[in-house]
């Protein structure tokens, strides 16, 4: 079975940091794009940051770009989210994501939809 597992999540007061973790099972998405989402409360699931296989390919949300840093270990199929200077409008479910559409690329594609596992999600609540 196939798993996406998310960690790292909590409260945090404004101005702080979290560090989160998404280890996959199952499978190795080594040669593929993952990247993170986020649903704030009450809204619609939102783009926030993607990287390539390699992590040569990055992409970030303007609302979190020098702020938040994605980085991978393929090594141990696990992918990061360093969230730096949190906001209290960062307040959201965070779910990573893998997609295997694309292999060995330099892509890494910011539409949710075009992702095809994903973890359960982990909570983030900044506090102001």
């Known amino acids: 079975q196939v798993q996406l597992v998310e960690s790292g999540g909590g409260l945090v007061q404004a101005g702080g940091s979290l560090r989160l973790s998404c280890v996959a099972s199952g499978r190795t998405f080594s040669s593929n794009p993952m990247g993170w989402f986020r649903r704030p409360p009450g809204r619609e699931r939102e783009f926030v940051a993607v990287?390539?296989?390699?992590?040569?390919?990055?992409h970030y949300a303007d609302s979190v770009r020098d702020r938040f840093t994605i980085s991978r270990d393929n090594a141990k199929n696990t992918v990061y989210l360093q969230m730096n200077s949190l906001k209290p409008e960062d307040t959201a479910v965070y779910y990573c994501?893998?997609?295997?559409?694309?292999?060995?690329?330099?892509?890494?594609?910011?539409?949710?939809?075009?992702?095809?596992?994903w973890g359960q999600g982990i909570q983030v609540t900044v506090s102001s």
């Open positions: 994501a893998a997609d295997v559409s694309y292999s060995h690329n330099f892509y890494a594609s910011t539409e949710g939809d075009d992702y095809d596992y």
């Open positions: 990287i390539n296989w390699t992590g040569a390919t990055t």
